[in-house]
């Protein structure tokens, strides 16, 4: 009966995201709108009830919570709830680098992150600048863009380098690395929506990759010690 109790939350999220995912593809936005912050929330709930609440996990529970605002935030159209959202979301990258960071990485490996880092930054500024130029996105905006991407790099990067992490299981690093590098991906096909260069039903790919990111780092934190 405990493993049942225990399966019952991931089971539900599962069937939500699947809803959420089916609507995505068939374009039926209130369904898809009403069902994509009740994964998030499913997720802090699955969190919170199933392991305790510890220090290294704090900061992903609150990387969770502003995750699920930001979802909220970007349900209106408009410029003004973009830069709102992306704003939650970079409070969300925010303390997904300081969860990530608790355990630290030797220095040679810091130094390797940190130069990773910066040239994918410089590619980030790069490209906005060249796919701006030819299209009609507000260019105000632009700056912020560029700075929730270096900010959601540093937080891939950080993921990555679970791998180097004392504290972080062989299994449980390559999930963080895998949701964070997803994670990335959901957000650059938004940036490439923005920029008029969407793909072929991008809003579905957007969310599965998303909420795949988000199942993959919650899955690997809750295997986190204590």
């Known amino acids: 009966m405990a493993d049942v109790i225990r399966v019952f939350p991931v089971v539900g999220i599962a069937m939500v995201s699947l809803i959420n995912w089916v609507s995505a593809w068939q374009m039926r936005m209130i369904p898809y709108y009403v069902t994509k912050p009740v994964v998030l929330l499913g997720l802090i709930l699955l969190m919170v009830l199933r392991v305790p609440l ?16 930001g979802d909220i935030f970007l349900i209106p159209r408009g410029t ?8 939650a979301f970079s409070v969300a990258q925010l303390m997904y680098i300081w969860g990530f960071n608790l355990s630290m990485v030797t220095l040679p490996v ?9 040239v994918g930054v410089i590619l980030i500024h790069m490209l906005v600048n060249r796919f701006s130029g030819s299209s009609s996105i507000n260019k105000a905006i632009l700056p912020f863009m560029k ?15 679970c791998l180097a992490r004392p504290a972080w299981s062989d ?5 963080a690395g895998i949701g964070g590098v997803l994670f990335f991906l ?3 096909m938004i ?26 780092i919650v899955g690997a934190v809750i295997q986190l010690p204590g």
Not at 80 to 87: E, K, Q, S, Y
Not at 110 to 118: F, I, K, N, P, T
Not at 193 to 214: G, N
């Open 191 to 216: 940036a490439l929506d923005k920029l008029d260069r969407r793909l072929p039903k991008y809003r579905f790919w957007i969310i599965v990759t998303y909420h795949l990111a988000q199942f993959l």
């Open 171 to 175: 299994r449980a690093a390559v999930m």
């Open 80 to 87: 003004r709830w973009f830069l709102v959202g992306m704003g």
């Open 147 to 161: 700075g929730y991407g270096a900010l959601l790099l540093a937080m891939v990067m950080s993921a990555l380098l």
């Open 186 to 188: 959901s957000d650059g």
């Open 54 to 69: 510890t220090p290294e996990r704090l900061p992903f529970l609150l990387g969770l919570v502003f995750s699920l605002l």
């Open 110 to 118: 810091l130094v390797v992150g940190l130069v990773a880092w910066l």
